[in-house]
């Protein structure tokens, strides 16, 4: 079984279109997260959620949405689409304890192409 | 802000040999996680090896270790009997728990090793 899991995995959309990226984690874990990675390979966190609430909000335009409808799922939604939003997108889960912290685990990534 | 630095964008290693990749980080918190994370063309970003800055011991995972620095805040990963599955991009994460009771996990900009045979 695919721990984090991510649909889809690749994605080729015109400019100005809406698309969701979806992810799902059976980890049990109560920390989801998204990452985009550009393509000099920069890993930048954009969102987290702790037992779907929103914890981390980086400098992200509003277009892009999450939506955490349970703690096993983290979507993306992404609005009028643009160049510049061409990417892989990883969704990511962890476990976290008072005073520690797990590791990160991830899913597969979505490549997002917007022509 | 935290910050994490990987000095060497690329790097090779025949097959069999030692290397090692550099991060320094830059932080003013005593107490935090680093994380180094290997990215296979396959793209699946997966843990390689964990080190609590706690830890005076250096983390190993068989043909994986670090050399931890906690007062030059260095943190390299030095990979022993290369094999070609080890060709692959290496992130450097630093990892603090924030306000709120937040974790936010830093990365640096990645080196890509490539193991030759």
Known sequence: DTAVSQTPKYLVTQMGNDKSIKCEQNLGHDTMYWYKQDSKKFLKIMFSYNNKELIINETVPNRFSPKSPDKAHLNLHINSLELGDSAVYFCASSQLWVGAAGELFFGEGSRLTVL | ?117
């Open chain 2, 1 to 117: 802000a935290q910050t994490v630095t990987q000095s060497q964008p690329e790097m090779s290693v025949q097959e069999a040999e030692t290397v090692t990749l550099s991060c320094t980080y830059d932080t003013s918190e005593n107490n935090y996680y680093l994380f180094w994370y290997k990215q296979p063309p396959s793209r699946q970003m997966i843990l390689v090896i964990r080190q609590e800055a706690y830890k005076q011991q250096n983390a190993t995972e068989n043909r994986f270790s670090v050399n931890f620095q906690k007062a030059a805040k260095s943190f390299s990963l030095k990979i022993s009997d290369s094999q070609l599955g080890d060709t692959a991009m290496y992130f450097c994460a630093f990892m603090k728990q924030g306000s709120s009771g937040t974790y936010k996990y830093i990365f640096g900009t990645g080196t890509r090793l490539k193991v030759l045979a």
